[in-house]
């Protein structure tokens, strides 16, 4: 299969892009963030997270010291993080309340989205943070080009770009004085997205070849969750040369199975969480519904084994999105579709 174009423009871009100057950063820094205006006096010293992107985030610029609690977690920390993760607090699994968070005494509070701290906030509005002094950051990738009021997980305007992922890495790095190891990190990023896009020409599946991405469901029968057009899996989608067959704009739409079923999806794409929200959290409950249910067991990907498994939280805009699209090329490679 031939790169199409914009793929191989990605991928020369990913290759080329310098990484973040690693200049020390100038105090007092201010900088817009989601339609905030940010002043910092120095490098928070206090970091609480909502989220597990900006926990692994933070993990990796080296600054686990300054995390004192963590929050919303789909899956284990990642196994280099696993000793500093240890030493910080978790304040809930899933939504921490606003007092816990603010018990902590924080400079700083990010957030992966901004439904847990944006208008409807439901841990909080970053006005009520920041009434207390208390600074918010919410990952760009969940505002730019995106609406987070309409739908259930918000409706994006464009696809997906790692330049928001790579942006929120950048200014956080620039917050906490560490452009250094943001630099370090954008550049191994880069290299492992483009090598991944690269190895998409080697795939040789055919051109129009579907996908399907199931995160979860409110009951495991009910129409599920999947991913619409514009997220991450849309975006990963795009760069291994497959077709979604969910037509939604939205982020995480819910598609009935009769209609899912009749799009045929050539692979199916289960998220693998611990979280336990609804029962099809489960990767098994997923795979045993599939292969049972009369109309699901049916699909071509369900009869032909092409059930496919990735992290829940690397279908979100994280530092893990780019190792699971390695493992998706690497994944895609083991099947045949032109036989």
């Known amino acids: 299969m031939k790169l199409k174009p914009f793929l191989l423009a990605s991928a020369m871009h990913a290759l ?11 105090y007092p820094l201010q900088l817009e963030n989601c339609g905030h205006e940010l002043r910092f006096e120095a490098a928070p010293a206090r970091a609480v997270t909502i989220g597990q992107s900006t926990t692994e985030i933070l993990y990796a610029l080296g600054l686990g010291e300054q995390v004192v609690g963590t929050s919303v977690w789909f899956n284990p920390v990642l196994p280099e993080f696993e000793a500093v993760n240890a030493q910080v607090e978790r304040l809930a699994d899933n939504d921490p309340s606003f007092e ?24 909080a509005s970053r006005e009520m943070f920041h009434d ?4 918010t950051y919410v990952m760009p990738s969940d505002c730019a080009s995106k609406d987070n009021s309409v739908g259930l997980d918000g409706t994006r305007s464009e696809l997906f770009d790692t330049a928001q992922l790579y942006r929120g890495i950048t200014e956080l790095a620039l917050i906490h004085d560490a452009q250094a190891q943001g630099a370090a990190l954008l550049n191994d990023l880069r290299t492992r997205e483009a090598a991944a896009i690269a190895k998409a020409e080697s795939l040789d599946l055919p051109s129009d070849s579907t996908a399907l991405f199931w995160f979860s469901s409110p009951e495991i029968a009910s129409d599920p969750y999947v991913a619409g057009q514009q997220g991450v899996p849309a975006y990963m989608m795009a760069q291994l040369g497959l077709d979604n067959v969910v037509q939604s704009r939205e982020e995480w739409p819910s598609v009935g199975w009769e209609t899912l079923a009749k799009a045929d999806p050539d692979f199916i794409i289960l998220a693998e969480m611990e979280r336990r929200r609804f029962p099809a959290d489960s990767l ?4 045993q519904f599939l292969e ?43 099947f045949d579709l032109t036989q």
Do not use: C
């Open 16 to 26: 080329f892009v310098p990484p973040a100057a690693a200049d020390q950063t100038q």
């Open 100 to 123: 816990s968070v603010v018990a902590k005494r924080p400079e700083l509070v990010t957030a992966m989205y901004e439904w847990h701290v944006g208008p409807e906030g439901i841990v």
């Open 132 to 135: 207390l002094g208390v600074a």
């Open 284 to 287: 098994e409950a997923k795979r």
């Open 292 to 334: 049972t249910d009369p109309v699901t067991r049916e699909m071509t990907a369900v009869r032909e084994g092409r059930i496919l498994a990735m992290q829940a939280h690397a279908m979100d805009p994280s530092i893990r999105a780019i190792y699971a699209l390695e493992k998706l090329a690497d994944d895609l490679a083991g």
